[in-house]
């Protein structure tokens, strides 16, 4: 089974700096998308950011221009640089597929942002 382990996240100041990473227990090729979501208290889980060798990345409309995902093949490993933190990006942030390709979810990692 898929394992998908995310790491990085921490309590930040407004307009602070994170680095999120996200390992998965499995190689997947370049042409396989990857992203970043987020779920904040009371809210459905929502994509902010995904990438792949054909689409190249996307944002969500709320994290452009803020947020940079990246990955390393090699590595089996996603990241996610964000940037200019506001408090309401906080949420856990998980790695995942998208749809229909969806791997088990994994613990995510905690970003708290204080104002």
């Known amino acids: 089974q898929v394992q998908l382990v995310e790491s990085g996240g921490g309590l930040v100041q407004a307009g602070g700096s994170l680095r999120l990473s996200c390992v998965v227990s499995?190689?997947?090729?370049?042409?396989?998308?990857l992203g970043w979501y987020r779920q904040a208290p009371g809210k459905q889980r929502e994509l902010v950011a995904s990438i792949s060798s054909s689409s190249g990345p996307r944002y969500a409309d709320t994290v452009k221009g803020r947020f940079t995902i990246s990955r390393d093949n090699a590595k089996r490993t996603v990241y996610l640089q964000m940037n200019s933190l506001k408090p309401e990006d906080t949420a856990v942030y998980y790695c995942?597929?998208?749809?229909?390709?969806?791997?088990?979810w994994g613990q995510g990692t905690q970003v708290t942002v204080s104002s």
């Open positions: 499995t190689i997947f090729s370049s042409s396989s998308e």
């Open positions: 995942n597929r998208p749809p229909p390709y969806t791997y088990p």
